[in-house]
């Protein structure tokens, strides 16, 4: 068993408080995403799990055991970082198998967990090669390789794909993946990319300003964001936040759809303007509208729906998708389930 278990865990750097106390509890072969903007803290809550950072107060336990003020190589962890870190005059084969050799452990076992996890990874036919000679994804599944004969409790991501470009970042996110459905692992994965998050996790942890936001499933999470900050930062494009009269007709401070959750209406609608720029995606098309009252609107409509720059157009949520939020900007709708 490997929950992680963290029990109001705390982090300060001198003065400043980066984690004011956090309770969170990351399920037993979980893929686990914390996501938030830059000094949200995530990264840091990753290394104090990994024992890189001291926590200022509470408690981490990883299958029951507290590890708190435990030493990180006895944590049972693995963890793979941003940039690759590998040795460039020893092979493939050499890199993976490295901490094994550090540990003292018999050459055959290590040939064979070496080859175990080549594998897994797709990295048979490049054992032998340098490091210089792979491509930047080639180099980032070595750095997986490595994590994965360490036969870790638990798996660390901090930002793995952040170096790679768009296509390649598309292509490892499926890898990642195919890779824990293989291993059945824990997996803890910080990044500040919200796709990212969405198209991997099982469980999404939004942080901001060092606390948690909303922590569940990417859908619940998508559908029925707790707040305004989830509801912003999830989602892309994002969805459009509306204040003012709208707002208060609808009974709150701020009301909020999704530009896909917005269709084109005849009778009565909530939103009419004028098309300010259409970009024809091919399966979809997104229109960037002007409301005198709503002001900037964003629309996902269907990739036949042809829109021209000055054109008006009006539009009305579809049944059930307006979100409505507090003055605190809590979702109301959120709250009457709590």
Not at 67 to 92: E, N
Not at 156 to 170: H, T
Request: hydrophobic fraction near 40%; charged fraction near 25%.
């Amino acid at each position: 068993m490997a929950e992680v278990q963290l029990s109001a865990l705390k982090k300060r750097f001198g003065s400043v408080e980066v984690i004011p106390s956090l309770d969170l509890s990351i399920p037993d072969r979980s893929f686990t995403v914390l996501v938030g903007p830059s000094g949200c803290g995530k990264s840091t809550l990753l290394r104090m799990i990994a024992g890189l950072e001291d926590a200022t107060a509470g408690a981490i336990r990883i299958g029951g055991e507290d590890v708190t003020d435990i030493d990180p190589a006895k944590r049972g962890l693995a963890m793979v970082f941003q940039s690759y870190a590998l040795y460039p005059h020893m092979t493939v084969a050499q890199n993976i198998g490295f901490a094994l050799k550090l540990a003292g452990r018999p050459r055959r076992e290590i040939n064979e967990r070496v080859r175990e996890a080549a594998s897994v990874l797709q990295l048979e036919p490049l054992l032998d090669r340098k490091p210089k000679a792979l491509s930047g994804g080639q180099r980032q599944r070595v750095a997986i390789g490595r994590a994965i004969v360490r036969e870790p409790k638990v798996f660390l991501f901090d930002e793995p794909l952040s170096n790679l470009d768009a296509a390649l970042r598309g292509q490892m996110r499926v890898e990642l993946a195919e890779l824990h459905d293989r291993l059945k692992a824990t997996m803890i994965y910080v990044t500040h990319d919200q796709v990212e998050a969405m198209t991997m996790a099982d469980q999404i942890v939004v942080m901001k300003d060092g606390e948690i936001q909303q922590v569940g499933a990417p859908l619940k999470l998508y559908n029925d964001p707790s707040n305004l900050f989830v509801a912003a930062f999830i989602g892309s494009p994002k969805m459009n936040l509306i204040s003012g009269e709208l707002a208060e007709r609808a009974g709150g401070t701020t009301i909020g759809v999704r530009p896909e959750h917005l269709e084109i209406a005849e009778n009565d609608p909530l939103f009419t303007g004028t098309v300010v720029h259409a970009e024809h995606l091919g399966a979809d098309t997104i229109a960037y509208i002007n409301d005198a009252r709503a002001g900037r609107i964003i629309v996902r409509l269907d990739g036949a729906t042809l829109l021209e720059t000055g054109q008006s157009i009006s539009l009305s949520p579809k049944p059930g998708m307006l979100k409505v939020f507090d003055g605190e900007g809590r979702n109301t709708e959120h709250l009457s389930h709590v």
